[in-house]
Nanobody, 126 residues
Framework: QVQLVESGGGSVQAGSSLRLSCTFS????????MGWFRQAPGKEREGLAC????????DIAGSVAGRFTISRDAAKNSVFLQMENLQPEDSAVYYC???????????????????WGQGTQVTVSS
């Protein structure tokens, strides 16, 4: 059974940085591409970044490009989201997800993912 556990969220001031971590277990991590999403109250879940199973390809949503970076460490079965210059509008619950069959057309869409973590809250105050 695949399990994803996020960590690293918290409350920060505008302009701060945070690094979110997601630990993968229950299967072969290299068989899955991994993504980060966020969801603010009353809004749809938004795809932020994703990385391919072998780590060779990444994609970043235009809304966070230049501020957010995704990486993965296969040895640690982990994926990371480095977030810079956080703003109040970045406040949301951040989710890690794993998928197998949707990289080409759905890698930044929730429909492209099969497994989800429980989420970690990020709150940015002005």
């Amino acid at each position: 059974q695949v399990q994803l556990v996020e960590s690293g969220g918290g409350s920060v001031q505008a302009g701060s940085s945070l690094r979110l971590s997601c630990t993968f277990s229950g299967s072969t991590v290299g068989s899955y591409y991994m993504g980060w999403f966020r969801q603010a109250p009353g809004k749809e879940r938004e795809g932020l970044a994703c990385v391919s199973g072998n780590g060779g390809n990444t994609d970043i949503a235009g809304s966070v490009a230049g501020r957010f970076t995704i990486s993965r460490d296969a040895a640690k079965n982990s994926v990371f989201l480095q977030m810079e210059n956080l703003q109040p509008e970045d406040s949301a619950v951040y989710y890690c997800a794993a998928g197998r069959n949707g990289w080409v057309n759905h890698r930044l869409r929730p429909t492209g993912y099969d497994y989800w973590g429980q989420g970690t809250q990020v709150t940015v105050s002005s």
